[in-house]
């Protein structure tokens, strides 16, 4: 959870929705290297899929990998291309290959 809120304070990210962010973090801890978050329950691109890269590079740190993300609704299209995004930006920005 440290790690998380490290990331979170350094990111700029402490307006994600924090019962998702502290889900993710349970599920995390409950299964490390099966952490799968569906990212669409709230706000898809402004909270879900930060909280997963927070959640995803805490994990990383401890030695595990998330296992992905799930989009069930909404624009697939662009939720992916954004998502795919995000994840090449913060794969660079942190030197991280597992995004």
Known sequence: KKSTLKYRRELHWEDTHE???????????????QFLALI???DTLGSGLKNFILVALALDDAGFKPAGIRLDSGD???FSSEVRKAFTKMSNQFDRGFF
Do not use: M, Q, R, V
């Open 40 to 42: 669409d329950t709230y």
């Open 19 to 33: 019962g998702e962010l502290a889900a993710f973090i349970s599920y995390a801890d409950a299964f490390p290297s």
């Open 76 to 78: 697939l299209a662009y």
